[in-house]
């Protein structure tokens, strides 16, 4: 029976790890630690094993793992204007102080990304190269699950569908080439698996492992599956390489513009990251389908 603390409880993953840990037995206690309670949801709330606690990565002292036997961080993005790499190293030592003063954490499960291996040219995803460089050894036991594109991304989708002719908008090109893609809960359920195994022994520490849903996917797989769900021909707009930083530029903060392209980049035929996209030893894929995540959001 283990006690776990979640260090951005908000974070799409961390919300999905809490889900899983609690309808598991082997779960103690879950510590989830927001810097903003009022984003606590409510079916976490009244659960008798979850406790919410007041935490920002920004602050160490703010971060109290005392008790917990297994430690879930998932370094948020930074969307602020700050230098993201400075940024995450802060918040990574924060955390890592933090760690210091609790003796009884005896693993780390750190949340990273595909690509984070490369110390270049991979945009945002600079926030889990660092993060990882940093925490790598910071405790007895370190599993670093290396996700591939959240499945759920898609979800915007819904909205240009209802448009005449039903289209949707994807920086994935050409359109018939495959990356890893997986489903937020099937991220829960590994992690949480990851954390209540807290004391056996790894494969390597500390452990990587690419985290990739059943198979991987392209636009022309997203089209299908959309297709399939709403009954309707739909015509994906692909963004070719050159038209990525207006794209972005519609669609996020100015300062991360250039970080979503480089990040998409690294992603498309010729980039840094492609040649980790087939399976290699201990990658662990998901079971959900592409289909099926879209779906559930669709009848959402
Ligand atoms: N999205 C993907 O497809 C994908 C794929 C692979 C890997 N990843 C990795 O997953 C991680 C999360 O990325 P995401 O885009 O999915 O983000 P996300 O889960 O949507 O995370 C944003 C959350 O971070 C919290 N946060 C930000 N700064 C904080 C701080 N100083 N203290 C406490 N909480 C803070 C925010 O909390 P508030 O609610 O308080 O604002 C917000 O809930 C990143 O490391 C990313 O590289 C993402």
């Known amino acids: 029976m283990a006690q776990i603390s979640i260090v951005p409880a908000s974070t799409q993953a961390g919300k999905a790890t809490i889900s899983a840990l609690l309808s598991d037995e082997k779960t103690a206690r879950i510590v989830g630690i927001y810097r903003d309670l009022t984003k606590v949801p409510s079916e976490f709330i009244t659960h008798p094993k979850f406790i919410a606690s007041q935490g920002d990565i920004a602050s160490s002292p703010s971060l109290d793992f005392s008790n917990s036997d297994a430690v879930f961080y998932i370094p948020p993005p930074v969307y602020d204007g700050s230098d993201v790499g400075e940024t995450a190293r802060k918040h990574a030592e924060n955390v890592k102080e933090a760690l210091t003063k609790a003796p009884s954490v005896k693993r780390l499960v750190l949340f990273s990304s595909m690509g984070s291996q490369y110390d270049r040219d991979i945009g945002i995803l600079r926030v889990n190269y660092v993060s990882d460089q940093i925490l790598k050894d910071s405790v007895a036991e370190v599993v670093i699950p290396r996700p591939g594109y ?24 050409p359109a018939s080439h495959k990356i890893p893609m997986i489903s937020i809960e099937d991220i829960g359920t590994i992690c949480a698996q990851k954390l209540l195994e807290v004391g056996q022994p790894l494969l390597s520490n500390p452990h990587f492992f690419n985290l990739y849903g059943p198979r991987n996917y392209s636009s022309l797989d997203v089209k299908t599956a959309l297709e399939e769900i709403s009954g309707k021909a739909i015509e994906p707009i692909v963004i070719s390489k050159d038209q990525l930083a207006s794209f972005f530029a519609e669609r996020g903060p100015p300062s991360v513009v250039q970080e979503m392209v480089d990040m998409t980049t690294a992603a498309l035929p010729g980039g840094i990251m492609v040649e980790t996209f087939d399976d290699e030893d201990g990658t662990v894929r998901g079971t959900t389908e592409l289909v099926e995540t879209l779906r559930k959001i669709y009848q959402s």
């Not at 949707?168 to 090109?173: C, K, L, N």
């Open 150 to 173: 959240f499945q759920e991304n898609w979800q915007h989708a819904f909205q240009t569908l209802k448009l005449d002719p039903p289209v949707f908008y994807t920086p994935i090109s």
